[in-house]
């Protein structure tokens, strides 16, 4: 796909989504439309604790616990400066797929070793390293389908959803 045309299904993109975004604030509301995009700007994070939740198998999580994990990985996610806090998608600099493969991997390791740091406040040794085993497994999930999906969405990284 040429850059000319790869730019204009960008930006037909981009346009669909703030008209959809405006509709849902006109459906919505202000108040509940900014609920709605916290929502879907933290859609990553639920998901990836959904998966994460079955290693803690032996050694399984409170329900204050569930939630204060989930919440410092969205925060998190959110706080960091290299994260589009609407989307919660990297921001990645336009660079060689490789690149922006190893940079997203960066990021999303920075943010698991702050979840980490702030978890093992409020996890017992045997839960911090069911979460230790998790965020390596899923990062090394992460690495090996990057290349399958950086053929499928292209060869800008960040064509991917999510970007990680």
Known sequence: MSMRRRCASVSALAD???????QVRLLLGDGASAQFQDF???LPDRMIFEQMKTAFGDNPLTDDQQQRLLQIMILERKNSS???PATGKPLLPAANPAAQVDLALQIQDQI???????????????????LATSQSNLRSQTKAIMPGMQKMFGKDASAVPGGQ
């Open 40 to 42: 879907q700007a933290s």
């Open 112 to 130: 698991n070793q702050r979840v980490y740091q702030q978890a093992a406040g409020f996890l017992s040794p045997n839960q911090l390293q069911s």
């Open 16 to 22: 669909s989504q703030k008209s959809l975004q405006d």
């Open 82 to 84: 290299f994260v589009d």
